[in-house]
């Protein structure tokens, strides 16, 4: 069975750093494209970042240069590194894979991890 | 990297079609057949309707189709069952500079 579950998430000041996690079972994380998408609180959905099979990483224009996403091998782990967090960061963050057989496709979804950026 | 563009909300009795559209840009949805479709409930992980504009996820009802004509992408309800009721987004991935970008989203009420 497939499993993405999310961790890491809490309250942060602004200009804080958060590193979130992405437990996955049932797939191998280095053998697909992973990524992270946002929600802020009652709004829709935002795509923030990918990283591909073969390591390269793609990020929204939003958080480029804050955001840094990663995957740990031996633990079949994701990881969003989240630095210089603003209160427009404030979401609920979703891992998910992107489906091996089209691109445009994000097949299986963890059930997310709120972030708030607050003082 | 612009949101796509999706109506606010629309509303349908039980029974009735509905069709929710989404346009983007010849750099997104007119680009490829990389649209896809999520459902959402309040609470929940997004789940996919719709991927490749058209295709259907094993489990997903027919009822529910897809189509784009340009930069249009657009999903249709046939049918609308309670249980349809739910936050609806597209997505398309951006050719170019591989990205993916979502719709706004549309609130789709059964009356």
């Known amino acids: 069975e497939v499993q993405l579950v999310e961790s890491g998430g809490g309250l942060v000041q602004p200009g804080g750093s958060l590193r979130l996690s992405c437990a996955v079972s049932?797939?191998?994380?280095?053998?697909?494209?992973m990524g992270w998408v946002r929600q802020a609180p009652g709004k829709g959905l935002e795509w923030v970042s990918v990283?591909?099979?073969?390591?390269?990483?793609y990020y929204a224009d939003s958080v480029k240069g804050r955001f840094s996403i990663s995957r740990d091998n031996s633990e079949n782990t994701l990881f969003l590194q989240m630095n210089s967090l603003r209160a427009e960061d404030t979401a609920v963050y979703y891992c998910?894979?992107?489906?091996?057989?089209?691109?445009?496709?994000?097949?299986?979804w963890g059930q997310g991890t709120l972030v708030t950026v607050s003082s | 990297q612009s949101a796509l563009t999706q109506p606010a909300s629309v509303s349908g009795s039980p029974g009735q079609s509905i069709t929710i559209s989404c346009t983007g840009t010849?750099?997104?949805?007119?680009?490829?057949?990389?649209v896809s479709w999520y459902q959402q409930h309040p609470g929940k992980a997004p789940k996919v309707m719709i991927y490749?504009?058209?295709n259907r996820p094993s489990g997903v009802p027919d009822r529910f189709s897809g189509s784009k004509s340009g930069n249009t992408a657009s999903l249709t309800i046939s049918g609308l069952q309670a249980e349809d009721e739910a936050d609806y987004y597209c997505?398309?991935?951006?050719?170019?500079?591989?990205?993916?970008?979502f719709g706004g989203g549309t609130k789709l009420t059964v009356l």
């Open positions: 990283i591909s099979s073969g390591g390269s990483t």
């Open positions: 049932g797939f191998t994380v280095s053998s697909n494209y």
């Open positions: 490749d504009v058209s």
């Open positions: 010849s750099s997104d949805v007119g680009a490829y057949n990389y």
């Open positions: 998910a894979r992107r489906s091996p057989s089209t691109w445009g496709l994000f097949d299986y």
């Open positions: 997505s398309s991935y951006t050719v170019g500079s591989s990205t993916w970008v």
